[in-house]
């Protein structure tokens, strides 16, 4: 072809159809657009690990799925977003067991005081026969998880005094996560227990609205809590699993090569947050440390005592629940 003929409108026509006709056949027709919730701020564990979990997705799936993450929970706080998650109105998301319970009352189950006896346990229980139980339960309400994250262990933080002894806790007006065992647990132990968004917490630290909250290090550091609150005392009263889960309605869209390319996607997710986990867990410590935290040592067998009767209550109230209790313990 001459020069010339490049300036002819019919071969540009001709040129531009070809141009279109490659760009289709690259981006396929139909891609999932995926948006992922998260409520955590890019560099944290699990972020990291969310944002490898988006570009395994996107790049295995050649864009069949095409994957996005919204961290820092711009996309509304965690209650919200299992709901939208359910409805499908989000795609996936990582979400903490904590505030699961009101939704999948199995997962209460996981966040009774002092269940698991350290991490190691949480992930043999998890990643075995008894997780699939949980998933089970998820997926009933429309969730499909696919992978556990690591949360490490939760304690108590505030800005008033050192606790060492339950009887330290009087009267502290103490956040939890939204889930009514969080409040019986936090009132066995006498203080007041407030539910709240996460977000929240910082302000309300910082103004006397709450005096205190709980939590593990790396989220004590990353919202800026320590900075306000300069007790923290090492309780570990809470050992917690998280899941990447998936809408259910956008897991059951997707063919069957694309579920194992999503599940491997996941549990590469997993393998790494909880190495980002074990290292970023003990550098917030220190962190914290260096930055004036003071660290007060706890006698944990007092406040196990105090929260014993949770466990009764529980059982009480949910008797279809105890052999699936009894398994999680018996498993460790
Ligand atoms: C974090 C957890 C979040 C959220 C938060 C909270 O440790 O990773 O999913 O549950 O705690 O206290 O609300």
């Known amino acids: 072809m001459s020069i010339r003929s490049y300036l002819n409108p019919v071969h540009c026509l001709q040129a531009a159809a070809v141009v279109g006709v490659l760009a289709a056949m690259t981006t396929p027709a139909q891609a999932d657009n995926w948006?992922?919730?998260?409520?955590?701020?890019?560099?944290?564990?699990?972020?990291?690990?969310?944002?490898?979990?988006?570009?395994?997705?996107?790049?295995?799936?050649?864009?069949?799925v095409n994957a996005k993450i919204f961290h820092n929970g711009v996309l509304g706080d965690q209650p919200d977003a299992i709901e939208q998650t359910r409805s499908g109105a989000l795609n996936f998301a990582n979400f903490n067991m904590?505030?699961?319970?009101?939704?999948?009352?199995?997962?209460n189950v996981l966040s009774l005081p002092f269940l698991f006896k350290d991490i190691d346990a949480m992930h043999h229980v998890m990643d075995g026969e008894i997780g699939e139980r949980f998933a089970e339960a998820l997926e009933r309400k429309n969730l499909v998880a696919l992978s556990w994250f690591d949360s490490g262990s939760r304690s108590v933080y505030n800005t008033k005094r050192p606790i060492n002894e339950p009887e330290d806790m009087k009267g502290l007006k103490v956040r939890v996560m939204n889930n009514d065992l969080y409040v019986e647990m936090i009132d066995a132990l006498g203080g007041n227990a407030t539910p709240m968004a996460y977000g929240e917490v910082y302000q309300s630290l910082k103004t006397g609205v709450l005096d205190g909250a709980e939590n593990n290090f790396p989220s004590f550091e990353s919202s800026g809590h320590n900075e306000v609150a300069k007790y923290f005392s090492e309780t570990e009263h809470l050992i917690l699993p998280e899941c990447v889960c998936i809408a259910k309605a956008s897991w059951e869209k997707l063919s069957e090569e694309d579920q194992g390319i999503v599940r491997q996607a996941a549990l590469d997710a997993a393998t790494l947050q909880r190495k980002l986990w074990a290292e970023g867990s003990k550098k917030s410590r220190e962190e914290v440390i260096a930055a004036g935290v003071e660290i007060n040592e706890v006698d944990k067998p007092a406040f196990q005592t105090r929260m014993e009767p949770i466990y009764a209550a529980f059982i009480e109230q949910h008797p279809d629940l105890e052999p699936l209790l009894n398994d999680v313990r018996n498993a460790q």
């Open 35 to 64: 948006r992922g919730w998260n409520v955590h701020p890019p560099g944290y564990p699990n972020s990291e690990a969310l944002d490898s979990f988006v570009k395994d997705v996107t790049e295995k799936t050649d864009g069949r």
């Open 98 to 107: 904590g505030p699961m319970g009101p939704i999948v009352p199995e997962t």
